[in-house]
């Protein structure tokens, strides 16, 4: 122990060493100070503690609580003070609140829907000299402004944000950098051009390719997976696979051995029920079989099999009420069908498939209400349930809590997502957001609709516009007419079709915004413009018509009239105007107008089509009932893979088959062109 005076000795050593560095710090407290506020960092507290704090500072640190009020502002979507705020901060802003300033700025203007505005402001920003939470809000910012149209920069901008994520932010971007990657087709897939150096973006690529090679079998699946995170064991996706294909390897399948078909044998629907239990039948014993891809592209869509105000009005032609003989009605309320007494093809087979051995009961749902018919297939054992097909039934079905698996041949008006339920019907629709996504990729901005002044109308018209501005487009324009009678009145008088149309007001279907890094971005809202017109002489380039065979006989002549024959305004039309016996005149009329039909129709199994065609006397209407009986089958034997794997695709007789997340099944359709009287495939 060392003696007390020597202690004292020290002690008084270090004495002026302290108060000099006292003295240091009261002088340094009477000069300029520098902010310790970290503007680079999370915000942890609301706008109006920011702003106090900004209130309360005069120093430098005034301006750096006045840039987190701001982040706080725009996150609660305050965006009108966000915009006051920015406006009033200073001219001089050092580097660090300059890069802060360029992020505020723009996201607003995201957050207002002006990316265009934004992307040069991004462009300005210094990645160099942000900081990880900065990084990114930065890449939040550039995913945003793609607004979900999938690309290359928009795959590398989740690439780059990925290690700055943790936890529920970072899976979900591993699964939107994946879904990127899905909506891609494989042809633009290939088109990719990418540098030596992106090894992580090759590996996403290659995972890709074994996903489309082996989707259709679960245990290859689960193979190719495994060799995959062998040769990429530091991809992202090798250490945190994309929840789709987490799920798509715990698939289990669906049991089929019973299956239950839920039709209304009798009254007015009876017609259309028929086509559609043959179609089932015939595709049971191996008529056909289509073929399960990995989708190439992501399409929302509904469908509607009857309208809601006519329930036996089952639209054959996907967008109208049809009328066909009336066929035998069915006797008792369930019948057993097995290979034996189920319906035949009457020629040679086409296209055959071993037959299956599930059994199919059919149960009548226009004798006694559906809740009894539920109650009694599941006394019965039924594994599966395909129908009902009027929609009031099946919204029923939808709030009844049924613990059976159900493919529902039509869809309530409001989709409920139940995990046991799917919604598979045809609609217009439907035809309609198709029509969109292929006048889009024909390169084609400015569209009108041309429909009927009817509830038909209305629907298609505000599909169409959704899914339009959903891909990016500007505000849709519509025109109506009326009967066949008024169509020719104004032939007759020279009048013609002006093509000069209103705005479709649309209200767009809720969707969510971006939230991800801290980073909350609204979805996107559309505009109500006002009232404006259009003609041929303006920007149209593309006219969608809506209307049947004989309307179309003399609308297309009427727009002729006013746009002149060398027009470069492109002309499409829905099914409902491809029906049987339009010969080689009607062909020659109609010479460059595309229309879209479903693959059957659309030469895709010519034998089958005859066969079918010939069995329905040439009825168009009930020869696409046929075929979603036909495609009814091959979804309920995939109903597990639809509902636990995004992105399951079916090659089917009504369309390309894919289902979204509320497993409502979507189609994408054929389109032919009328060449000097012939129809060939569209361009």
Request: aromatic residues 6%; hydrophobic residues 35%.
């Amino acid at each position: 122990m060392l003696p007390s005076k020597v202690v004292r000795h020290k002690a008084g050593r270090f004495l002026p060493v302290i108060l000099a560095g006292l003295i240091l710090a009261a002088c340094s407290g009477q000069g300029p100070q520098t902010s310790t506020v970290n503007i680079q960092g999370p915000i942890t507290a609301g706008s109006a503690y920011y702003l106090q704090q900004a209130q309360q500072s005069s120093d430098d640190s005034k301006t750096d609580w006045q840039l987190l009020a701001i982040r706080a502002l725009l996150k609660e979507g305050k965006y009108p003070e966000a915009t006051q705020q920015l406006s009033q901060l200073p001219q001089q802003l050092s580097e660090t609140q300059q890069q802060e300033s360029l992020l505020l700025n723009a996201q607003l203007l995201i957050a207002q829907q002006k990316t265009k505005e934004a992307e040069p402001l991004l462009a300005q920003v210094k990645t160099g000299a942000l900081s990880q939470d900065q990084l990114a809000r930065y890449y939040s910012l550039q995913i945003a402004s793609a607004q979900g149209r999938p690309s290359l920069s928009l795959v590398r901008s989740y690439i780059a944000q990925e290690p700055l994520l943790k936890g529920t932010d970072h899976q979900g971007n591993i699964d939107a950098t994946w879904q990127t990657l899905t909506q891609m087709s494989p042809q633009e897939v290939s088109n990719l051009v990418i540098n030596a150096d992106e090894n992580v973006l090759q590996g996403w690529l290659d995972l890709l390719a074994v996903w489309r090679a082996n989707a259709q079998d679960a245990e290859m699946l689960k193979s190719g997976i495994k060799d995959w995170q062998t040769r990429y064991p530091q991809n992202p996706a090798a250490k945190t696979l994309p929840t789709q294909l987490s799920q798509m390897q715990n698939y289990t399948k669906a049991s089929t051995s019973l299956i239950a078909l839920l039709l209304p044998l009798n009254g007015q629907a009876q017609v259309f029920a028929n086509a559609i239990q043959k179609g089932f039948n015939d595709a049971k014993n191996g008529l056909s079989a289509p073929s399960a891809q990995p989708a190439s592209t992501a399409q929302p869509a509904t469908a509607d099999a009857t309208s809601s105000t006519q329930p036996a009005a089952v639209p054959g032609s996907a967008s109208d009420p049809i009328s066909a003989p009336q066929q035998p009605s069915a006797d008792t309320t369930s019948q057993q069908q097995t290979p034996d007494t189920a319906s035949q093809p009457q020629s040679q087979p086409v296209a055959a498939q071993p037959a299956s051995n599930a059994q199919i009961k059919v149960y009548d749902t226009s004798s006694q209400p559906i809740e009894q018919v539920m109650q009694q297939a599941q006394q019965d054992g039924a594994t599966i349930v395909v129908g009902p097909l009027l929609k009031s039934n099946v919204e029923k079905v939808a709030n009844s809590q049924t613990p059976l698996n159900v493919l529902a041949l039509n869809e309530p008006e409001q989709i409920q997502n139940h995990p046991n339920i799917c919604y598979f019907a045809l609609s217009p629709e439907d035809e309609a957001r198709d029509a969109a996504h292929h006048i889009w990729d024909q390169g084609k901005r400015q569209p009108l609709l041309l429909v009927p002044r009817s509830g038909l109308g209305d629907r298609v018209t505000n599909a169409f516009a959704q899914e339009w501005q959903s891909l990016g487009g500007t505000t849709v324009m519509q025109q109506r007419f009326g009967s066949t009678a008024e169509l020719k009145q104004g032939i007759n008088s020279g009048a013609g079709i002006s093509l000069s149309g209103t705005p479709v007001n649309v209200t767009p279907a809720a969707s969510q915004g971006v939230s991800i890094a801290g980073l909350t971005i609204p979805a996107p809202q559309q505009s109500t413009p006002d009232a404006v017109s259009t003609s041929s002489g303006g920007s149209v380039d593309a006219v969608y018509i809506v209307s049947t065979q004989d309307e179309l006989q003399l609308i297309k002549p009427m727009i002729a009239m006013r746009t002149g024959s060398r027009s470069n305004i492109s002309l499409y039309a829905s099914s409902r105007s491809a029906q049987a016996g339009a010969g080689p005149d009607f062909r020659l009329e109609m010479d460059g107008l595309q229309f879209s039909d479903i693959p059957l129709l659309s030469g895709s199994n010519p034998g089958l089509m005859q066969q079918t065609a010939k069995s329905f006397n040439n009825d168009y209407s009930l020869v696409r009932l046929y075929a979603m009986g036909m495609d009814a089958w091959t979804l309920a034997n995939h109903f597990n893979q639809m509902r636990q794997t995004p992105g399951f695709t079916l090659d089917g007789n009504t369309g390309r088959l894919s289902a979204n997340t509320d497993c409502v099944i979507n189609r994408t359709l054929t389109w032919n062109q009328y060449r000097r009287g012939e129809i060939a495939p569209a361009n």
